[in-house]
């Protein structure tokens, strides 16, 4: 039966990843104006690390596309660090389970302010396939402050970066991008 499910899925989400670049995201269309935000925010370029907290791995797949050169993020300035010290946003997946939720808080309690949180597919909010149980602690906006909530199973990597993006209004109420 779970095969069924699965194939489904397949079936009925197709490739996000090779869905047209939107014509909104300034990141592929106008890369001085996002260079410029992103300088009016961060400083210089914004700097992501991504937590696994116990994904399925799609998401981190719609994630791993946005560094191709479709989207080409890393060449205005967003890239991905593997030390929360150096940090901006933290960039999370998965349902927050309970082995990874020690490593996610000391992951955001290593990065340096000011830093967001972007929440990335149905996993981290109220639609989680996985739910609450004895192995996931479930809501990811209960346990820290969730700036952008990504919604999708998964969501397409464009909807990523317009999460990203969203970081650069700077108000501390959830955004949900879908
Ligand atoms: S939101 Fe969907 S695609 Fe993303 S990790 Fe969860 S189950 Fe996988």
């Not at 370029?45 to 890393?74: F, K, M, Q, W």
């Not at 490593?103 to 990335?120: S, T």
């Amino acid at each position: 039966m779970a095969i069924f499910m699965m194939l489904k899925k397949i079936l009925d989400t197709g490739m996000v990843s090779e869905m047209p670049v939107p014509t909104d995201l300034p990141a592929c269309h106008d890369e001085q104006l996002l260079q410029s935000r992103i300088c009016e925010v961060f400083g210089r370029a914004v700097a992501i690390r991504h937590v696994d907290t116990g994904s399925c791995n799609a998401c981190e797949l719609e994630i791993n596309a946005l560094s191709g050169p479709h989207y080409n993020i890393e060449g205005v300035g967003v890239t991905f660090v593997a030390s929360p010290r150096h940090a901006d946003v933290l960039l999370v997946t998965g349902p927050v389970t309970r082995h990874m939720e020690s490593a996610l808080m000391a992951a955001w309690e290593a990065m340096p302010a000011p830093k967001w949180v972007v929440a990335v597919g149905d996993c981290t909010g109220h639609d989680s396939l996985f739910g609450e149980n004895y192995a996931v602690h479930g809501k990811l906006a209960e346990i820290l402050p969730v700036n952008v909530m990504v919604t999708g199973c998964p969501p397409s990597p464009a909807n990523i970066l317009r999460g990203i993006l969203a970081c650069f209004q700077g108000t501390m109420t959830i955004k949900h991008v879908d």
